[in-house]
């Protein structure tokens, strides 16, 4: 499918497709308002205020630079390849959500919009949004499906905290994709005065492009960084893909050098084979589903399946518009792993790096821990340690049998 | 843009119901919901009833423009296992009853994809579907399929809303075909009631720009409502007040009480006259 390009990095068209990938499927009474999103973003770009201030708070707010981390245990432990990670869980919030949230913020106060909401899996998102909804002033209301909310417990009281309506959605899986679903009809029914701030790099264009645009500050960081570490580019990038932005947010800076191998890992769930997982690109076809063209899992009657995942921000049937065309132009390799894997390379890294890593990037790892040993001692790994795994806690005791009231 | 529909049932139809100066009555059901054999006698019973267009609901895992209502009479349309075949194979069995009433379905755009678009509109062609109305395809994104549907003289029906500003309403009546449906509320179906001015005002707005007729659903749940929509709209669309009464007429395992039929087809025949006397001197009453 490859075809000879000059570049990765010139998508997506004017209507915002990415070859036959992403577009705009809403009613049409959402239409008008993703143009106007479309056209405030585009003022916003070309305005250097803009870009000075999400960059002040980028730094002062949430963080940034992230460092860059040379794990020399997890290093030596597989015996091959050099393993840095890219240390977003160290974000105010505890991953790298922040960094997009904080960049359609901005822009919603530029449009005048003074009610936000969001939807989210993992609550990470929820939690950056109910953040920056505190910050600027603007009423918040968060989507999150009744399944998730059960399983992450610390982060919906954390929205609390700061001020969210967390809005249970009890409808079908109860997750993700049922909440994407519900915060979409909230739209509709409030298109006046609301702005929808989508948590990953899919939705309707512009969506996928703007929150890419604002992880990208990942992969733009770590081109300085690996310079200054080693004088050079890595040689494999890694991160883990639920709708696949703080995916995007490294590889994109990348992918006009050819020599960089990035690798995305999608949740394999208890096997590709089991049916029960949440791999779009590895178990799933083309479809329809929130507003873009896209790889989902599907029957073949074209009913948008449940996805499965111990990892809340995982569990999505579909993936950003931009790495289903990617993987179309094989630009980017897609993998996955499992909850085993997963749970296994999240007490590893533990253990090993006095790090508790989110569910999500132990995906990554774990896919990182079966190429290091193969490959040679030179060979530069990242690893986008794109969350903290404090959210996490009770849903690895959980899979561990182990009582948290209890004796642990 | 290639050429459109010019002759079919429903320009026919709106045609007839021009001269006799009075507004269709378009009735929502979702197929299959609650089962077959319920969905097929309020089909097969729409048109006496009163119904001058069918519009049959494709079920879809995820309707992200629809109210409770309407996603749960999906749901229960989906746990049996409705199919787009199973949809075509109803419409075609009334038509070997019926050929007048115009039926158009209306859906979301995956399970079409998955059908494939150019098969699809020969299937719904071959079946005697009329149009079709996909609410996540906006004119933007229509015309893989709409190239098919106009190939088997098939409408596709677009949706304008509240938000469809007058310097984007050109692009959607550039497409339109069959009629245009003016989505009366800002909102998803079945939750807000229309606000007849408002609406009244945007209906005479659109008739400065487009010849095409012009129906108006979401939030018209009453005969008196539909009837005030009938005075100035060429149709009348009711979705979620029908698929209500069917919801509440039936038990945990959607069997239907006695005499469900009946009443939701007595609540269409009083939709009908609603909207046959709506133009009537004492149309207020009705
Ligand atoms: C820590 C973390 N990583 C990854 C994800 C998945 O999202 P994305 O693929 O957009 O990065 C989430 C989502 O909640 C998350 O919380």
Excluded at chain 1, 214 to 237: H, K, Y
């Amino acid at each position: 499918m490859a075809d000879a390009r000059n570049t990765y990095r010139d998508g997506p068209d004017e209507a915002g497709h990415f070859g036959l990938f992403g577009g705009r499927y809403v009613a049409e009474t959402l239409m008008p308002l993703i143009l106007e999103v479309e056209r405030a973003y585009e003022a916003a770009c070309g305005d250097p205020s803009y870009a000075k201030e999400l960059a002040s708070f980028n730094a002062a707010y949430a963080g940034r630079p992230s460092p860059l981390y040379f794990a020399e245990p997890l290093t030596e432990h597989f015996g091959g390849a050099k393993i840095y990670f890219k240390r977003d869980e160290l974000n105010h919030t505890g991953s790298h959500k922040i960094n997009n949230c904080l960049g359609q913020i901005l822009l919603a106060k530029r449009m005048g919009k003074t009610r936000i909401i969001a939807e989210t899996g993992a609550g990470q998102h929820g939690v950056a949004t109910a953040t920056v909804c505190a910050r600027f002033g603007l009423d918040c209301v968060v989507y999150m499906g009744a399944k998730d909310i059960e399983r992450q417990k610390p982060n919906v009281f954390r929205m609390k905290l700061l001020g969210a309506d967390v809005r249970a959605v009890d409808k079908g899986s109860a997750t993700l994709k049922e909440a994407m679903n519900e915060a979409l009809r909230d739209w509709v029914a409030n298109v006046d005065d609301t702005y929808y701030l989508i948590g990953t790099a899919a939705g309707p264009h512009p969506y996928p492009t703007m929150v890419r645009d604002f992880q990208s500050v990942i992969g733009e960081e770590l081109r300085g960084q690996m310079d200054t570490a080693e004088g050079r580019l890595p040689d494999t990038l890694v991160a883990c893909i639920g709708g696949g932005s703080n995916a995007i947010g490294l590889f994109h800076p990348f992918l006009d050098d050819a020599d960089v191998r990035l690798i995305g890992v999608e949740a394999a769930g208890k096997g590709i084979e089991s049916g029960e997982h949440a791999a779009s690109i590895s178990g799933g076809d083309p479809g329809v589903l929130h507003g873009n063209r896209t790889f989902l899992l599907q029957e073949n009657g074209g009913q948008i399946k449940d996805a499965h995942s111990i990892s809340a921000g995982l569990d999505y049937p579909g993936i950003g518009p931009e790495h289903s065309w990617l993987h179309m132009q094989g630009r980017v390799d897609y993998v996955s792993a499992t909850d085993q894997e997963a749970l296994d390379a999240f007490q590893l890294c533990s253990r090993l790096e006095g790090i508790i890593p989110a569910l999500e990037p132990s995906h990554a790892l774990s896919y990182v821990g079966k190429i290091a040993p193969e490959l040679p001692a030179d060979h530069l790994i990242v690893m986008n340690l794109c969350g903290r795994g404090d959210k996490d806690v009770f849903t690895v005791a959980d899979a561990l049998g182990i009582e948290m009231g209890g004796e642990l | 843009m290639s050429a459109s529909v010019t002759e079919s049932r429903l320009t026919r139809l709106f045609e007839k119901l021009k001269e006799q100066d009075r507004a269709a009555l378009v009735t929502f059901i979702t197929a299959n919901d609650p089962n077959p054999e319920l969905f097929r006698q309020l089909l097969e019973g729409m048109p006496t009833a009163g119904a001058d267009i069918i519009e049959l609901g494709m079920p879809f895992s995820d309707p992200m423009a629809d109210g409770p209502s309407i996603q749960l009479s999906s749901q229960r349309a989906l746990k049996a296992g409705v199919t787009i075949d199973d949809v075509l194979g109803a419409v075609k069995r009334m038509r070997e009853l019926e050929m007048d009433t115009p039926i158009i379905l209306m859906g979301y755009y995956n399970p079409i994809y998955r059908y494939g678009p150019a098969e699809f509109a020969q299937a719904a062609a071959n079946a005697g579907v009329d149009g079709v109305i996909i609410v996540d395809l906006p004119p933007e994104e229509a015309e893989e399929l709409n190239q098919n549907l106009r190939e088997h003289n098939l409408h596709m029906i677009f949706l304008a809303a509240p938000t469809t500003d007058i310097t984007r309403l050109p692009r959607v009546l550039d497409h339109a075909s069959g009629f245009v449906y003016y989505v009366a509320v800002k909102g998803v179906t079945g939750t807000k009631s229309a606000d007849m001015t408002e609406v009244g005002a945007r209906i005479a707005e659109m008739r400065e720009q487009t010849d095409l007729p012009l129906g108006v659903g979401f939030g018209i749940r009453t005969a008196a409502q539909a009837a005030e929509v009938a005075r100035f709209a060429d149709a009348v669309v009711v979705g979620s007040a029908i698929v209500d009464i069917i919801a509440d007429g039936i038990d945990d395992d959607y069997r239907p009480e006695a005499g469900l039929s009946a009443r939701v087809l007595g609540f269409v025949k009083d939709l009908s006259d609603g909207v046959r006397t709506a133009r009537s001197v004492d149309g207020a009453e009705a």
